[in-house]
Nanobody
Framework: QVQLVESGGGLVQPGGSLRLSCAAS????????MGWYRQAPGKLRELVAR???????NYADSVQGRFTISRDNAKSTVYLQMNSLKPEDTAVYYC????????WGQGTQVTVSS
């Protein structure tokens, strides 16, 4: 069964950090590129970071230099380290296969507020 389970979200003050995790099952994880996406209220879902099967990374301009995506193929898990968080980073964060997205998970809420 294909499944993506995101975790690690929460409430954090501006300037703080969070580390998100996404555990994948039902896919050959190491063969796939993975991406982290986010959707803020009233906005479309956007891709914020992606990592290829070989470990090459790419970031949206809005998070470049603050977020780091990584992967552990042995654990079929992709991570998103988020530093220097801003209120505009508030959103539900999702992971998915990139570029051929599969069934979306529940996501994890990140709220940046003082």
């Amino acid at each position: 069964q294909v499944q993506l389970v995101e975790s690690g979200g929460g409430l954090v003050q501006p300037g703080g950090s969070l580390r998100l995790s996404c555990a994948a099952s039902g896919i050959i994880f190491s063969f796939n590129g993975m991406g982290w996406y986010r959707q803020a209220p009233g906005k479309l879902r956007e891709l914020v970071a992606r990592i290829s099967s070989g470990g090459m990374t790419n970031y949206a301009d809005s998070v470049q230099g603050r977020f780091t995506i990584s992967r552990d193929n042995a654990k079929s898990t992709v991570y998103l380290q988020m530093n220097s968080l801003k209120p505009e980073d508030t959103a539900v964060y999702y992971c998915n296969v990139y570029p051929n997205e599969i069934l979306w998970g529940q996501g994890t809420q990140v709220t940046v507020s003082s």
